[in-house]
């Protein structure tokens, strides 16, 4: 195989969410791209959690709330305030939220 016909099979994953989930500004394309960010937010408050050695249940301790809301956020099963998500931020990792929005 040549990269003449190599290069006419490979996609960008920008063209593969625009195949699988249409182009930006649509309904489709919004949902997912939201879904994304609630699954990073996820897995950076696992990450950060397990590098301090600390349980989902010692994190929920610390910032006062519950195994189960962490394991929920963790999971991306449930949407999470933005006073909860500073305080497991600030008061359950010791550290510091920084937002930024982009157009």
Do not use: P, W
């Not at 003449?4 to 625009?18: I, N, R």
């Not at 939201?34 to 301790?61: H, N, P, S, V, Y």
């Not at 962490?70 to 999971?75: K, L, W, Y």
């Amino acid at each position: 195989m040549n990269n003449g016909t190599l290069d006419k099979k490979l996609t960008s994953f920008s063209e593969h969410l625009d195949d699988q989930y249409g182009q930006r500004g649509t309904a489709g394309r919004e949902e997912y791209e939201e879904e994304f960010e609630a699954f990073k937010l996820g897995a950076m408050i696992q990450e950060l959690r397990k590098k301090q050695g600390l349980t989902q249940e010692q994190l929920a301790d610390r910032c006062g709330t519950t195994k189960t809301y962490i394991s929920r956020i963790e999971n991306n099963a449930s949407d999470i305030r933005l006073s909860t998500l500073m305080r497991i931020v600030r008061e359950g990792l010791g550290g510091n939220l920084k937002l930024s929005v982009t157009s």
